[in-house]
């Protein structure tokens, strides 16, 4: 985690990565191409929730995504899986512009979310998103961690985002917490607090980022179920997770990310039955 | 006689420079000339073409020897000349006698460009004098009121109403020059001559002159308020060229590119007069012989000249004539009349005998700043060392532990130290006496003038005395005078600069009000000039730039006068004199007698006391004898702890037991003695007769008022004096005296033998019907035994063998010489306590001065936060997105000056340079800069909180759509407040204590509080410790509240 943060913060200095977002590559004007053509297509991209095209990210020289190209629809999961290092994280966390690309775009209901005049904070309201470390605000109580933002940003007034905080809270059977400091809770409790807590603002999309790897095992289990709860009402989710019993179960469709690019992408099904890549072979070998 | 006269000017008049003459021709190429006057100060010349010399020129000679010299090119006035002579010059014969002013050395002042200036030139160049020179009169005699110089040269009507104007001037009684003024016109026309003696002769009786020179010579505000007007006459025949040299004010100058003067205007009114036209030329250079030649050879039509003293050259009057006198110059001395402080005289007379400090390899402690800083570096040199400590209790106290040999400071703290510390004792010869005056700024001679007006007022009323006498008297004066503030209308306000650490002159008095003699006599001075007293507390040595910078309007701070503070600042009239004393350590407690050995001892001159000291009191060999001339002279010494001890004659003594408290006699006389008369052995014949004689006047009570007049009580003595009967005589008693004894035999100022045994002796002779004889001699014994003396005065010096060698007449007087000490006050703890904190409500010194600690603090610390926290974000928002970079980098800056430098200094500056001109309240400053010094470090206390709060804190914050500013508001800035409350804390609590260094810009804080006491009760210990623990307890309470305040935080997570 940390060193995902000082990657961050080096990567946003790096002038060089600066100027590469401003100039277009050679695949990038074939992509804009493409999306052309597509445009010309409506129907096909009806349901297109998420767009990506040649996503690259470096951070210093290290290139982590390499150009990923893929588009997320309305009501889809889709599970990102991968060894170690090899840019899933970084690709989740790109989908909300908290790692600048260095290079490609991403539309978000059609937005070019990479473009600089776009608001980033109005277009992250719709895309929730769970972190592996919870980062539930240890400065308020639980009620106030999901009121806090719903309110700040006028979504709400202070009654209704109560209310929803309640219902979401009795919805997860923690409404007792709802006065309590996040240090008091577990670590499942905390999970699926920071779930509600980003459900509250009524994403279009919600992100795990390895929801679950930083929960001792016996919680896992309450955050997994409270996720699948969501999948089953048709929330479109992007998780990135080691649980490949999860995966197959809940995604409709599973992406595995071997250094910086898309190496198969398949239904879950096919993805763990039949896999194609050598590297994925070899993973889903060492995994399952 | 009237030659003579004319003899006299030449000289000093040339000195003088001044010259002027006019002259003048008229058309038909007559020259004439003017001349100038007589000038009392001429010498006789050691030119001897003079025929006759008289016998008052003789008279004068003497007196100006030292002038000759450079007159030594001037020549003697030919005689002819006597006839211009008028009768004014018969009648300034009268003044004569007067002495001539000494000027050598001194300082002349002078109003640029008028008679006076020339005359002091002259003086200046021969290096008699120095010359200031000034462009006004009002500056003129505002400085010399001032003392700035010694005298003033100005024209003697100048100067009479001056004199009439200031108490204090005065014009010397014999005029410094005094000059006629006439035109010189070419020899050999006589006609134009007589028509213009016509012409001066009418324009004099019927005032126009008199009225031309009143418009010249005259004060500055009423120069050219009636100038001549040239008449309107359409004829005129003939013309007058009146050549002129026009660099003589008021004679001939310009004035703004005009050509006027009284000459210009005296010969237009000759001319319009004589109905002639005036033409005017203008000559160059500025040599005398050279005017007088052009007019002598018509080469010009006319001539003028300007050079003093040029009618006093024989050759010069070889080829001019002079025209009659048709004004005088007078210039004459203005002097201040200092009045002499005559208590100071007299201790110089007493202190004139005694030994100088001797500062060979001594290290000298002084107050910083202080005129004992200064004086020390005029003693100081190789092998000595001058240690300067910023409060004069650290160099007394280093004194006290014997780091360094003697301190210089100003006599009452001296004084008051040596009352705490029995270590420690005033040398009795004063260093040096000096003057203390108020300050005012440079510019602001009215405040100056009012200041001096005031003053003189309070000094002729007694105000002033009572005032200071209220502090520094008697005992029983000691606050019985308090000055009362006068119920009068007042405009303004006088804003006083002081420092309140110097009793008795300002110090902290009851309830912390600031007291003492300069603030009494500001308040009286306020009361004469209707204005109200503001006092400004500050470092004294703040005072100055203070009053010059426009911070204060007057410095009132014991201020002595001296040179360099003259550069700086103006100074008023002086109100009082004080001493600079050396203070050395030496144990100034006296127990018993025995103890008096080798402590400094005041006696009585040649007293039987001094005698008793030497003989008794001296086996160690180190005692200091110190000789007064009076009693109460050694009595004052004591008291001031300039000596140890006085040993006197047990009535003086008794008496000042009486008068004085605090004062101490030991039981055991340091000597006993009885009085009589020494005959020789065997000489029953004088024995009896003057037994006899002192029988019957012991019985008709002459021997008792005798006594009494020396030994009796207070109101007895000195009214007695015993004078010779006048009567036939028959014989002689010859008296001889071994040794003279104050107060029994002794000479007196005439050379005459006196004292109460010469008193006795008359009496006796009177008894007897003898005629007495006294002689002092240098072997009174052998005088006695040979038979020269009938009668010895022994009182001395006598050892067994020389008694046996005598006889005795009856004892007429026996006396104890007892030694008068201090009192050893041995003070309690309590008794300290008490002095510190109770005696004028002391305590509120420190609780006063808590309250302002806790507010410059507390505001500081609001200050420092916001603008610390706003600091932090500036830098963060950088450290994170890279923006804000011009403002990231004036932080930077900012932080680096901040911590880079002295906090102390940062204070100063702002103080002193930042807000010296505009008049911010010293709290404020003190929580600005305060304020801007903490801002510094908690800047970087919040950055380093904001660092340390998660990075998942704002990752999740801006995730859910908030916005970087409300990230840092709502997520950030609460949870990094909370990890950095203790270095927060630890801020505060350094701030706390570094507010201490206030007092620097003349704050009432805390620890200044501590010092004001501490100058009051000299006291070091127990005022710093109270403070100390007043510190300490603040401390622990705050540390005490963040630990409550963080659990309670902690408390808040955990719930």
């Known amino acids: 985690m940390k060193n995902s943060n000082n990657d961050v913060t080096e990567a946003v200095k790096d002038p060089e990565t600066v100027t590469e977002t401003g100039e277009m590559t050679e695949e990038e004007k074939a992509v804009n191409k493409r999306e052309k053509i597509s ?31 893929t588009s997320i629809k309305k009501g889809e999961v889709v599970a990102v899986i991968g060894p170690s290092g090899c840019g899933k994280s970084t690709f989740l966390r790109s989908l909300n512009l908290l790692e600048t690309p260095t290079s490609g775009r991403i539309l978000f209901e059609g937005i070019n979310i990479t473009d600089k005049k776009v608001n980033i904070n109005k277009m992250r309201e719709k895309m929730g998103m769970v972190f592996q470390q919870f980062n539930l605000f240890y400065n308020m109580t639980i009620k106030k961690n999901i009121m806090y933002a719903p309110v700040k940003l006028k979504k709400m007034t202070k009654e209704q985002a109560s209310e929803k905080a309640d219902e979401l809270l009795k919805r997860i059977g923690l409404s007792d917490k709802a006065n309590a400091y996040p240090d008091s809770l577990s670590g499942g409790q905390k999970q699926r607090i920071a779930i509600i807590r980003a459900l509250a603002m009524n994403p279009d999309v919600m992100l795990f980022d390895e929801p679950t790897s930083a929960l001792d095992p016996e919680m896992v289990g309450e955050v997994l179920s409270l996720i699948k709860d969501l999948a089953e009402n048709g929330m479109t989710m992007v998780i990135v997770t080691h649980e490949m019993g999860f995966a197959k179960e809940v995604a409709d469709r599973v992406l595995f990310i071997n250094e910086g690019v898309i190496a198969e992408e398949n239904t879950p099904e096919k993805f763990f039955g039949d896999p194609q890549n050598p590297r994925l072979k070899d993973f889903l070998s060492k995994v399952l | 006689m009237l030659r003579s006269k004319r003899m006299k000017r030449s000289a000093a008049a040339f000195m003088a420079l001044i010259l002027f003459a006019l002259c003048f021709t008229v058309l ?132 009479q109403y001056f004199e009439s104007k200031y108490d204090t001037l005065k014009v010397y009684p014999k005029e410094q020059s005094k000059d006629d003024l006439a035109f010189a016109v070419r020899k050999g026309n006589e006609e134009l001559l007589e028509k213009v003696n016509g012409a001066i002769k009418k324009l004099r009786d019927n005032g126009t002159i008199d009225s031309i020179v009143n418009n010249y010579i005259c004060l500055d505000s009423e120069r050219g308020r009636s100038p001549y007007k040239k008449k309107d006459i359409k004829e005129r025949e003939g013309t007058i060229i009146l050549g002129v040299i026009p660099s003589y004010v008021p004679y001939e100058y310009y004035d703004n590119d005009k050509l006027t003067g009284i000459d210009i205007d005296v010969m237009q009114a000759v001319c319009d007069l004589l109905k002639m036209e005036l033409e005017i030329v203008v000559l160059p250079g500025d040599s005398l012989d050279s005017l007088i030649y052009t007019v002598g050879s018509g080469s010009v039509n006319m001539t003028a000249v300007a050079s003093g003293g040029f009618h006093s050259v024989n050759h010069f ?5 002079l025209t009659d006198v048709y004004t005088t110059s007078k210039q004459v001395y203005l002097l201040h009349e200092k009045g002499q402080e005559e208590e100071v005289i007299d201790e110089h007379d007493e202190e004139e005998n005694m030994k100088d400090y001797d500062f ?102 007694g105000t002033l005395k009572d005032i200071i006498q209220n502090y520094i008297g008697t005992d029983d004066q000691i606050g019985s005078t308090p000055y009362q503030k006068k119920n009068v209308e007042r405009s303004g306000t006088l804003i006083v600069a002081t420092n309140a650490e110097f009793p008795p002159y300002e110090y902290r008095g009851a309830n912390n009000s600031i007291v003492g003699i300069d603030m009494d006599i500001m308040q009286a001075v306020c009361d004469e000039i209707g204005m109200d007293l503001q006092v400004e507390d500050m470092k004294f040595e ?138 020789k052995k065997g000489n029953k014949d004088i024995l009896s007769k003057v037994n006899g004689a002192l029988d019957k006047l012991k019985e008709n009570g002459t021997l008792e008022k005798i006594l009494g007049n020396y030994f009796g009580k207070v109101d007895q003595r000195g009214n007695y004096s015993y004078t010779s009967k006048d009567m036939k005589r028959s014989g002689t008693l010859t008296v001889t005296v071994g040794a003279e004894l104050t107060p029994y035999i002794y000479t007196d100022k005439n050379g005459e033998p006196a004292g109460m045994d010469a008193d006795i ?47 005795q007449t009856n004892i007429f007087h026996s006396s104890k010489q007892l030694a008068l000490a201090r009192e050893v006050v041995n003070k309690s703890f309590l008794d300290k306590l008490y002095d510190n904190f109770i005696v004028d409500n002391r305590w509120r010194m420190i609780t006063d001065g808590l309250l302002v600690t806790l507010r410059i603090t507390g505001f500081a610390m609001l200050f420092g936060l916001l603008l610390g926290a706003l600091i932090a974000i500036v830098r963060t928002v950088h450290d994170q997105n890279g923006k804000l ?122 620890t200044k509080g501590g010092e004001s006491i501490m100058s009051l009760t000299f006291d070091v210990f127990i005022p710093l410790i109270a403070v100390a623990i007043v510190y300490l307890v603040i401390v622990l309470i705050l540390t005490r509240i963040v630990t409550i305040l963080e659990r309670r935080l902690k408390k808040n997570e955990k719930q």
């Open chain 2, 885 to 1006: 970079f011009i403002l990231n980098f004036i932080c930077k800056i900012y932080l680096a000056i901040i911590r880079g430098t002295p906090v102390m200094l940062q204070l100063m500056i702002i103080y002193f340079g930042i807000f010296s001109t505009t008049n911010v309240s010293k709290e404020l400053v003190a929580v600005i800069a305060f304020g801007l010094n903490s801002a510094a470090y908690v800047a970087e206390v919040i950055r380093s909180g904001i660092n340390a709060v998660d990075k998942g804190q704002s990752e999740a914050g801006r995730c859910l759509g908030l916005s970087y500013g409300r990230t840092m508001k709502g997520i950030i800035m609460p949870q990094a407040f909370k990890n950095i409350l203790p270095a927060l804390l630890n801020e505060v609590i350094a701030l706390l204590k570094e507010t201490a260094i206030c007092g620097t810009i003349g704050l009432m804080d805390l």
């Open chain 2, 317 to 321: 009057l070889n080829v001019v004539d």
């Open chain 2, 761 to 807: 002796l008359r009496a006796v002779c009177d008894e007897l019907g003898m005629e007495l004889k006294i002689e002092m001699s240098e072997d009174a014994l052998s005088d006695l035994s040979d038979g020269k003396a009938d009668i010895g005065i022994l009182h001395t010096g006598l050892t067994d063998e020389d008694r046996a060698k005598l006889d």
């Open chain 2, 360 to 461: 060979a390899h001594k290290t000298i402690g002084v107050q910083l700043g202080t005129t004992g800083d200064i004086l020390a570096g005029d003693y100081a040199d190789n092998d000595k060392k001058v240690e300067r400590y910023d409060k004069g209790a650290a160099a007394v106290q280093s004194l006290i532990q014997k780091k360094i040999d003697c301190v210089i400071i100003d006599e009452q703290p001296a004084i008051s130290f040596a009352k705490k510390n029995k270590n420690i004792a005033i040398y009795p010869k004063t260093l040096s006496v000096e003057e203390y005056a108020f300050c005012v700024s440079k510019s602001n001679g009215e405040l100056l003038n009012k200041i001096n007006k005031a003053l003189k007022k309070l000094k002729d009323d």
């Open chain 1, 39 to 69: 445009g010309e297509k409506p129907d096909d991209d009806a349901e297109v929730l998420i767009k990506v095209s040649g996503l690259k990210k470096k951070f210093g020289k290290h290139e982590v995504l390499r150009g990923i190209t």
């Open chain 2, 28 to 159: 038909f190429n007559s020259p004439h000339f003017y001349a100038v006057g007589e000038n009392e100060k001429s010498q006789p010349e050691e030119s001897q073409t003079e025929e006759s010399k008289s016998e008052e020129s003789q008279t004068e000679e003497s007196k100006s020897e030292e002038s000759q010299s450079e007159e030594s090119k001037s020549e003697e006035s030919q005689s002819e000349e006597s006839q211009t002579e008028n009768s004014q010059t018969e009648d300034k014969k009268t003044e004569e006698p007067a002495e001539e002013f000494d000027i050598k050395s001194k300082t002349i002042g002078v109003q640029r460009g008028t008679t006076g200036e020339r005359k002091a030139s002259v003086y200046e160049n021969d290096g008699r004098s120095d010359v200031e020179r000034y462009y006004t009169q009002q500056t003129l005699i505002e400085e010399l009121v001032n003392d700035k110089f010694a005298c003033a040269i100005l024209d003697e009507k100048n100067a």
């Open chain 2, 542 to 679: 703040g005072i100055l730039a203070a009053v010059q910078n426009g911070k204060a309007d007057v410095g009132a701070a014991g201020i002595t006068v001296t040179e360099d503070r003259k550069t700086s600042v103006d100074f008023s009239n002086p109100y009082t004199t004080s001493k600079q004393v050396i203070m050395v350590y030496r144990d100034n407690v006296v127990e018993s007698i025995e103890k008096l050995d080798g402590k400094t001892i005041g006696v009585i001159a040649g007293s039987a006391g001094s005698l008793a000291a030497d003989e008794k009191l001296n086996e160690s060999g180190n005692t200091e004898k110190i000789e007064f001339y009076t009693f109460d002279k050694a009595l004052k010494y004591l008291t001031q702890y300039k000596i140890d001890a006085v040993v006197a004659d047990e009535v003086f003594i008794k008496e000042a037991l009486e008068r004085t408290t605090s004062l101490v006699a030991f039981d055991d006389a340091v000597s006993e003695a009885s009085y009589s008369f020494s005959v």
